[in-house]
Structure formats: structure tokens, C-alpha cells
């Protein structure tokens, strides 16, 4: 119950702060949001994407360079 | 309860105003103010030392302020009980007498929620201008044609179709405004290799565009074909052809 009023004193309180909340929260949320959107789109499309099927080539590729 | 008592020294002995208070369902004659009339001793008709002398003030000068007009009857509404808003409170402010104590974090909770909407709008806002901004940026197949550079000016490489060099190849050279046969300006058939600067005033072209299907420069509207011929528009020229080998099948050197 103190986690409101810590949270409410140190960011809400003021408008200065709060504004700065806000924009800073902005980059977080877009930098969570961007790969948490990338991560299920890769989850959804598993196995298609050239990331998961390398590793099958690139055994081919060494043993080419060989 | 109301009443007013109006005060002037001297007669208030004699004046006294009040108003009663009634409920508004039994309203009553407002209280009436009973003029005294009061013998005031006439002065002295004759001027002597005495007399004058009962004239001058003396002691300290007092000033009195008087309350004129009318005394008005309120009604106040006893009758009117305070609604109970109890059911409409949380559990934990019901108590007056109980300090609050969640009123801080329910604070905290609604401004917690502004602040997401307020992080939604931004993140909204800023795709909104970025993606608008990029509408204006260079596509990728012209940045991919600038990245080739010769010299400082940007080079042209297009592979032309069977059809493409058949169509250029039956102009008739004659009609054309800087006359140069097709063969005369490629090393290979289906490679056309150009500087991708317009001869009118030196903008870049734009490939695959134009009503000629090779450049269209947007600057004053010149035409070339795909074999960078001037076809329509202001400039003078053909699109210049650099000087260029093919060491083999997949290298080409320019210069």
C-alpha cells in the first residue's frame, strides 16, 4: 500500500515530473512494445524465417569451405 | 435562527429591529418597525456664552455608522435533511471520524491511468509523424540507384528486356532530337550504363518512368527512353554514356 504514494509522490505529484513520466515512459513502452510485438510475430511464423532453418545450410556451407 | 438588531446610540433604548425566523410553510408578516417619536428639547433661542458654549463639542468625536433599509425575513429550510450519500462511499471512507487511508493510492491509480493514456498518445503521435515524414524520404529503389556513384555523379546500370532494346533499336534515329543509334551507346545488348544526370539543367532522372518507359527527369519534364535518349522535354542531349568494359560474364569496370 506505500508502493501508491512512493509511486504518486515521486512521479505524479508535480506536473513537471508527471510530463516527464509520460515522455520517458513513451521510449519504454515503444522499445517493450517493438520486440514483444517482434517475439510473437517470430513465435507465430516459427520454423519459416531463414534464422530458424540456417543452422541446416550453414553445417552444408562449412563443410563446402572445407 | 436569525435576527439583526440595529444599534444607534442615543435611541437604542428606544429602536430595536429584529426579524423573527420562520419556516417557509408558515410564513409570517415580517416584524414591523414601531417609529418612536421622541421630544427632542428645543435649543436655547437666545446666543449667550452659556448657551453658545452647550454648542461646542466636547470629549472625543465618535462617528456612528447606521443600518438603512430594510431588514429582510429569511426562510430557512429546516425542513431539508442531508442526503446520505453512504452508498455511494467506499468501505474505507464511510467513517469520518477514520482517517483515509486509500485515498493516496486511489490518487495514485487515477493519475497512473492518465499517464498510460498520455504514453499510448505519444508512442501514436510520434509513429504518425515519423510515418508521414517518411513519405517524403527518398524511396528504396531511387536510394539504391544514388548509392552508385561515378565520379560524383550517380550512375545508371539497367538491364533491358528483348522487347526494350527491339523497340529502341526500330526508332527512327532521324526523328530524333540528339540522333544516336542504340548499338552506338551499349557494349552488350540488354546492359544500358548512363550518367544519371539530365542534360538540361542537371537533376536526376527517375528510371523506369516517363512516357518512353526509361527516364523521366522531374525537374522540367525530359523524356528519355531506355536507351537514355532524349525523347520530350527541354533537354538538349542523350543521358551520357561513360566509358565501360566487362572483364567478364559478372564484372563490369567503368572508366
Redesign the interface.
Known sequence: ?NL??T??NA??RRTST?VV???V??FI??RV?DEGMDNVWENMNRGKLWNHIKHRYAEDADEADE | MFSSKCISPGFSRYLTASTTHLAHYLKGAPAVVIPTVETVPSPPESFTNLSMSKLIPKGNLVATTKHIGNTQVRFSHTDVSMPDFSSYRRQSSLDPNIPNSTEINRRAFTYLMVAGMGITGVHIGKNVVVDFLSTMSASADVLALAKIEWRGKPLFVRRRSADEVEDVRNVDTASLRDPEDDQARVVKDDWLVVIGVCTHLGCVPIANAGEFGGYYCPCHGSHYDVSGRIRKGPAPLNLEVPEYTFLDENTMVVG
Open positions: 500500500m501508491g504514494r509511486i504518486y512521479l505524479f508527471f513520466t509520460i515522455v515512459g513513451g513502452f515503444e512494445f
